[in-house]
């Protein structure tokens, strides 16, 4: 089995930071993208941010400037840094990772979510 583990939610005021991090684990093989989704109250879930095995990234135009992405390719960790956070970025934001597990063809993976509201 494959787990994504998120860390680093919460409430934070306008033009605050946040860090969001997460650790896959388990019976994996081979990595290829990772990245971070977020979905507000009668929304779809959207992209956010996404970092491939190669290094290349892809972000949500409504974020550029403002988060940056990185990933530990030893850890099998991605993290997602927020800065200037507006009230329009809260969300329960997911990690996700295209994940080949031993024995299985490459799948999407899914963490459990973690709630960040942007409030004064």
């Known amino acids: 089995q494959v787990q994504l583990v998120e860390s680093g939610g919460g409430l934070v005021q306008p033009g605050g930071s946040l860090r969001l991090s997460c650790a896959a684990s388990g019976s994996i093989l081979r990595i290829s993208s990772m990245g971070w989704y977020c979905q507000a109250p009668g929304k779809q879930r959207e992209l956010v941010a996404a970092?491939?095995?190669?290094?290349?990234?892809n972000y949500a135009d409504s974020v550029k400037g403002r988060f940056t992405i990185s990933r530990d390719y030893a850890k099998n960790t991605v993290s997602l840094q927020m800065n200037s956070l507006k009230p329009e970025d809260t969300a329960v934001y997911y990690c996700n990772a295209v994940i080949a597990a031993w024995g299985k063809s490459l799948s999407d993976y899914w963490g459990q979510g973690t709630q960040v509201t942007v409030s004064s």
């Open positions: 970092i491939t095995s190669a290094g290349s990234t």
